[in-house]
């Protein structure tokens, strides 16, 4: 909101339709759709006038999803859908397959709240391809809830519950609290038809608490299948049958990863899971095959522990921090530790406090850190997102370089690695600006050879794609419109390629320089 205000006092357009959008998603997750979808319309106004396609889709999507989820006023279903297949168009045309996926999954739902079955399945089934191609696994399971629901509508409950099965495992590895309810709201009313009801009050009760924790009511057409679960389960809490109001209590106190395990085993027909706790005690289990798969840390875009099954983020504090730096330079030495994490520590402090930060880490996350004497280091096999995007685009940037074939794969499964900027609440820290650095402008790299690749094939659209986006990650750099409005020019698109020279001229204006020769080139070029 500060933001907004100076921009606004600034007339800085581009800044302020950011800063709507930003504003639009904490409303939508704060459950305050109606005032999210009119900062996301105050967002797409500004993106439309200045001519900011990719960003114009990205507002119409998140006007979409607030219009679906609104409650006062009601659902716009047909608004919705007309804003979702506008941002879909432009989608297409730009070649933006990783935001496609997000959007073919909101008009799924929709569809699905239309009645419109045959869309419904057609978009889940494109948003799903879409999600692999970008080598995003994890968020696919948006497709296969929506898969599942139309399964189950359709009364093919053995492939439902294989998809929704899919669904919550892939919504406990997002970590995404919402549709980890819907998920279970799902669960439930297939666990009902296989008559196991105590199971099924369980796994809604949780999704009951999950809820009203999330303060997310059951949108309009969630609120029958919801009252039919709890008609089925029980009559009301403590009403009914005792047992099943029993059970449904002990769901509502479990957590969101035990509900998940109840539900996966039981809507599958397998033994019951194994209670999924975050805190351990006694030794690591052993690895498989030398190798420890239990664990994994993310630092790009955000920062989470994923260990035994459960993704958490530690809260701020030096537990934290160690955890940070021993996913970014593993292994160190416990003097270089110490000394990052106690700059001004009196000599032989950070050892006895490093050594009280190990045991903390230790009772929550037992394994995952290993001391060899002097060194300090994450567990073998435990992965970081980090090095998994730097070894995947090295591995890319030299098969392109080679001429390879399967090269511009590579490079995209790459860039779908790159989840955003190195622990962004850390952006300050001396420790991460190297490797931060690095990594962004391995991301400029490889959309770069995206955009070369494309065009190399007659691509003007994906070429010009993977410009916007390196643009949106790095506006400043002139270079990147120029390319751009070439190739727009090229393809005969003169209107488009206009638009992206008064982009970059809009960049030399901040950055009070003189354009390039090259904009001026392309400027008269356009004239005649």
Known sequence: EDALAIQEELSDERGMASSLASLAFVSYLNAEHAESERLFQAAARIRRSRGDRRGLALALVGVANAMLLRSDPPADLAGARAAAEEGLAIQREIGDRANLAWTTYCLSEISRDLADTDAARAYAEESL??????????????????????????????????????????????????????????????????????????????????????????????????????????????????????????????????????????????????????????????????????????????????????????????????????????????????????????????????????????????????????????????????????????????????????????????????????????????WTTRRREAMFQLSLRLMDALSGAAAGRGDVSAAVSWLERAIEADPLDELNYVRAARLLRERGWASRARAMLRRAREVAAELEVEPSADVLLLEEQLRN
């Open 129 to 430: 391809q879409a999600w692999r191609d970008v080598g995003d696994d994890r968020h696919s399971g948006l497709a296969y809830y929506s898969l599942a629901e139309l399964a189950r509508a359709e009364g093919d409950l053995r492939r439902a519950a294989a998809l929704a099965a899919e669904a919550l495992s892939r919504a406990q590895q997002v970590g995404a609290g919402l549709q980890i309810v819907r998920c279970l709201e799902l669960a439930a009313a297939l666990i009902a038809h296989r008559d196991d009801m105590a199971t099924a009050a369980l796994v809604f009760g949780a999704a009951e608490a999950g809820r009203e924790r999330l303060r997310v009511p059951p949108r309009h057409r969630e609120t029958d299948q919801w009252d039919r679960i709890r008609a089925v389960t029980f009559d009301g809490a403590g009403g009914g049958d005792p047992d099943l109001a029993g059970a449904w209590q002990t769901g509502r106190a479990m957590t969101l990863a035990e509900a998940v395990g109840a539900a996966r085993a039981a809507v599958t027909g397998g033994a019951p899971a194994p209670t999924i706790e975050v805190t351990r005690s006694g030794p690591a289990a052993p690895p498989d095959g030398g190798r420890d798969a239990r664990g994994a840390v993310q630092v790009l875009g955000r920062f989470s522990v994923t260990w035994d099954g459960v993704t958490a983020t530690p809260a701020a504090g030096v537990v934290s921090q160690a955890l940070k730096a021993l996913a970014l330079r593993s292994p160190l030495h416990v003097e270089e530790l110490a000394e990052l994490l106690w700059e001004d520590a009196p000599p032989g402090a950070g050892r006895r406090r490093l050594h009280n930060v190990l045991s903390r880490i230790r009772k929550s996350y037992d394994g995952l850190v290993v001391r060899d004497g002097e060194m300090v280091c994450l567990a073998p096999g435990v992965e970081t997102d980090a090095g998994r995007f730097e070894a995947a685009a090295a591995a890319a940037l030299a098969a392109a370089e080679a001429g390879a074939a399967g090269a511009e794969q590579l490079m995209q499964d790459a860039i779908g690695l790159y989840d955003g900027e190195l622990l962004p609440a850390d952006r300050f820290e001396p």
